[in-house]
């Protein structure tokens, strides 16, 4: 199958991880996949964002930035209608982004199936933290393009709901959550009999994650275990907690790695005896989860809807109540002290992931064949290919 993968991301982060992930599974599973987006993707390097990227969004007002957005649909659709053009896609599979309409266009000028991953309700998302100015017209683009997707793939089962209830039928809607690829993580080796417990954290840092609360209750924890907490990434709340780790003399027990290649957190990950998800977003489906359940890792999670959706209390995590104040540190000091229950829930974690195939190859494969059945519809109701793929 030839795929035309549309996205306007411009920084490597966890969106570029989904779309390389992504677009490497597709291929490997023997399928030719033309990648149309930004010139600048990739240009600030790993967690960077393109310089021309950044400099406009600190110098434009709100306004003027998100009109910006808006016109890029005009350089985008010639962008991709070349490349339709030369590559002659069966199918066009875009990651949503907001106020992007070039990948709905084309498609319906084409007549080509379109399939569209998303992440996020971004007018939504946006409009809570003020980032927002043309507010109507986004949720207007953003419910434009999801209507006009022969398949929806959101993420999770809780934006699929409100995806639903700006009008697609549900029959077009299919939750395909994050993954991993399994090979970047082998059997998870056993514990060091001896040295601290790692209580370990991947991502970017914010202030609502709570990690504070970590800080703060490693400091005055007797456990028989000692505790060391490694923070492997960046963001505006890491200067906080590294000033409140000195302030509590535990500075030298909290290690903070920066942004990494992404190719080394498996390794980073693999020495972690805990994995905190210690806050997330009511819709998302966080990369670290399932990282933490492929190396078979102990995880402590927020006992949320969303994260229902791939652990389960008990068995391949410990969920805590988020409006409890203490909570998440009870379940980490349960797993401080039993071992046995540590290698219980990673041995699941890490099963459920084969069980389920919670790997970018298994979505990959859901996603063909989603393209797949939409091709055969149309052939059996036209009795002709599809324009792009008659040449």
């Known amino acids: 199958m030839k795929i035309l993968y549309s996205h306007r991301i411009g920084s490597r982060d966890g969106q570029g991880v989904h ?64 490349a339709a053009r030369e590559f002659r896609p069966d199918v066009i599979y875009e990651r949503a982004n907001l106020f992007f309409l070039a990948g709905a266009t084309l498609a319906r000028r084409l007549r080509l199936p379109y399939l569209l991953e998303v992440n996020a309700p971004l007018a939504d998302e946006r409009a809570r933290h003020g980032n927002l100015r043309l507010g109507r017209l ?11 997707a022969d398949r929806v793939l959101p993420v999770t089962e809780v934006l699929a709901d409100r995806i639903a209830q700006e009008g697609v039928p549900r029959e077009r809607i299919t939750v395909i959550p994050n993954g991993i690829q399994l090979a970047h993580y082998p059997e998870p080796a056993p514990r060091p009999p001896s040295g601290p417990l790692t209580l370990g954290f991947v991502g970017f840092i914010r202030d609502w994650h709570g990690m504070d609360k970590v800080v703060r209750s490693m400091a005055g924890w007797n456990g028989a275990e000692a505790l060391q907490l490694r923070v492997v990434g960046d963001g505006p709340a890491r200067p906080g907690l590294e000033s409140l780790a000195a302030s509590l003399g535990i500075g030298e027990r909290v290690r903070f790695d920066g942004v990494v290649d992404h190719e080394v957190i498996p390794g980073l990950v693999a020495g972690f005896d805990i994995a905190l998800q210690p806050a997330a977003v009511a819709y998302a489906s966080p990369l670290k989860v399932f990282e933490y ?26 969920l805590f109540d988020p409006a409890r104040e203490g909570a998440m540190w009870e379940a980490i000091a349960r797993l401080a002290s039993d071992p046995a229950l540590r290698a219980r829930l990673g041995a699941a974690a890490r099963a459920e992931v084969l069980k389920r195939d919670l790997t970018w190859t298994g979505n990959a494969r859901r996603v063909v064949a989603m393209a797949e059945d939409l091709l055969r519809r149309r052939h059996g109701a036209t009795g002709a290919l599809s324009p792009a793929s008659a040449a």
Do not use: C, K
């Not at 393109?50 to 350089?75: C, K």
């Open 138 to 148: 986004a949720a207007a683009a953003e419910r434009h393009t999801w209507r006009a």
């Open 19 to 82: 779309l390389e992930e992504m677009v490497a599974a597709m291929r490997a599973e023997g399928h030719e996949v033309r990648l149309v987006g930004p010139s600048f993707y990739g240009q600030g390097g790993w967690g960077g964002e393109s310089r021309a990227v950044g400099l406009a969004r600190r110098l434009l007002p709100g306004w003027a930035a998100e009109a910006a957005e808006l016109a890029y649909n005009v350089p985008a659709y010639r962008q991709l209608a070349q």
């Open 293 to 318: 359940m492929a190396a078979g890792r102990a995880i402590v999670a927020p006992d949320q809807p969303n994260l229902r959706e791939v652990l389960e209390d008990g068995r391949t995590a410990l």
